[in-house]
């Protein structure tokens, strides 16, 4: 053979052996890169800690839930970041407790949207798309106007479609929806129409989400419209129940032409009972329909699913959340800082990974989903948080580390704080006016109706306490509590 011929064939080799070489590093880079568990978190907004059957609702049955519940791990311990939807969402989003967290109310701003998230904020999205997640929320976000800084574009997601506006979100058959920053018109709900059902829309971008993402690590944030106020949705859905809940409960609400009809008033719902069975039923479904599409692509053993709730369950719109014993054994409802109004239910799901069938008395909350999804990530959390992440008990693992209190503050109804340590809770009440603030004591492991308050019994474990919930906050410019917090 020639010089030159061998020198060609000698390069040819070379380049085939480089290219099979560099195929393999990039199959193996690529199959590295997708190793980053997909991270699904589903929040449903205003279910109670009875609402599902696997946690005692006996009057519907929530199979799917049940089932996620059968195949994963079910927490009975796990709490709210608040007893209302805005801080609780702001406590998920920044791994901190109301106390430290930047929005701890439902401050409106007008004519659409709640009070922006600072720009300065670092949400579990943020953090998450820094480590290569696609990041997508779909529901209700109400953490910042269309288009200010706390839009949720701005706060770390690729993609948003649904209500940014949480009072925009009390109606399900809105006048639009946004998708990222388009404002879309649903044509359907014009006039005196209910076509358009926005939960079903919603829910089938975030099933979309799951296909398109399919090759890559995703976040996936699902606030759930259902079961908050108000009670509508299909005639096919709601049609199942019809006559099963008597005497049923008749609400009268706006009608087309109403002052607030489709931008915050609940419309009338005259077979209320029915509406709610029928829309946790509806709810259960759509959690069922995104496990499924996760095993369909092949994505369920490289995804966890996290399902919970934003806070207990709500009084308005017609719900009679007695009726159904939607707290179970818990006292107190939304905006309540009994465990009515903040214990939630929370269901881990992850084939291979959390052990089937598994509960856990672990006592977590909203502020340890963003280290727990950062462990998960394989990526440091920030410091300025409250969480701890509890992947240990997600993997049956020993070594869970345990949270010295937890804490709660509430800025309506004349100002509440709770705090738990151990088996104790402190609950304060009419914090706002010195002269007729209260403070319950109970030991919420022993009595978790909260029945007995031990207060008078127990003054030096309400010394500490208290001074405990004195440091466990920061004031805000927003949010601030004036009073004292002894005892009266």
């Not at 209260?438 to 009595?447: G, P, Q």
Request: hydrophobic content about 35%; glycine content about 10%.
């Amino acid at each position: 053979m020639k010089p030159t011929k061998l020198f060609a064939a000698s390069l040819a080799l070379f380049f085939a052996f480089g290219a099979c070489t560099n195929s393999k590093e990039n199959k193996t880079a690529k199959t590295a890169k997708q190793q980053k568990p997909n991270i699904v978190y589903i929040l449903a907004d205003d279910l109670g800690y009875g609402d599902l059957s696997c946690y005692g609702q006996s009057l519907f049955q929530t199979p799917h839930l049940d089932k996620m519940a059968a195949e994963g791990m079910l927490f009975t311990q796990h709490y709210a970041g608040s007893t209302v939807c805005a801080p609780s969402r702001s406590s998920l989003m920044t791994g901190q407790t109301t106390g430290h967290t930047p929005i701890r109310g439902n401050k409106e701003w007008q004519p659409e949207g709640q009070w922006p998230m600072p720009a300065a904020s670092f949400t579990m999205a943020e953090m998450l798309k820094q480590a290569g997640y696609v990041t997508g929320g779909f529901g209700k976000w109400g953490l910042g106007y269309p288009g200010s800084e706390g839009d949720p574009n701005m706060q770390g997601f690729d993609k948003f479609y649904g209500y940014n506006c949480q009072r925009m979100a009390h109606n399900y058959y809105p006048a639009h929806l946004w998708d990222n920053q388009e404002k879309v018109m649903l044509e359907g709900n014009t006039g005196d129409k209910f076509e358009d059902y926005a939960a079903e829309m919603i829910h089938e971008r975030a099933l979309q989400f799951i296909e398109k993402n399919k090759d890559k690590p995703f976040f996936l944030f699902y606030p759930n419209v259902i079961p908050h106020a108000e009670l509508l949705l299909p005639e096919a859905n709601l049609a199942e129940f019809r006559g099963k809940f008597l005497p049923e409960k008749k609400f009268k609400g706006a009608e087309p032409g109403d002052k607030g009809f489709r931008t915050g008033s609940y419309g009338t719902q005259p077979e209320a009972h029915a509406a709610f069975a029928a829309m946790v039923t509806l709810l259960d479904k759509q959690v069922g329909e995104v496990l499924s599409k996760l095993k369909e692509l092949g994505l369920d053993e490289n995804t966890i699913v996290m399902f919970s709730s934003d806070n207990g369950p709500h009084l308005e719109g017609g719900a009679d959340p007695d009726y159904f014993n939607s707290n179970g054994p818990l006292k107190g409802y939304k905006r309540d800082l009994y465990e009515g109004g903040i214990r939630e239910p929370m269901i881990a799901w992850w084939p291979g990974k959390i052990k089937a069938g598994t509960s856990t008395d672990h006592v977590s909350a909203f502020w340890d989903i963003m280290p727990t999804v950062a462990e998960l990530a394989g990526i440091e959390a920030p410091e300025n948080i409250d969480g701890i992440s509890f992947l240990p008990t997600l993997l049956s693992q020993d070594n869970q580390n345990q949270h010295d209190y937890l804490y709660w503050e509430f800025h309506e109804k004349g100002g509440r704080k709770a705090l738990r340590k151990g088996d104790w809770k402190l609950v304060q009440y009419n914090v706002l006016n010195p002269d007729k603030i209260t403070t319950e004591l109970y030991n919420v492991v022993a009595d978790p109706g909260e029945e007995k308050n031990l207060a008078a019994k127990k003054p030096e474990m309400i010394k500490e306490l208290l001074e405990l919930m004195k440091n466990a906050r920061t004031e805000s410019d927003i949010y601030t509590f004036e009073s004292k917090t002894e005892i009266k």
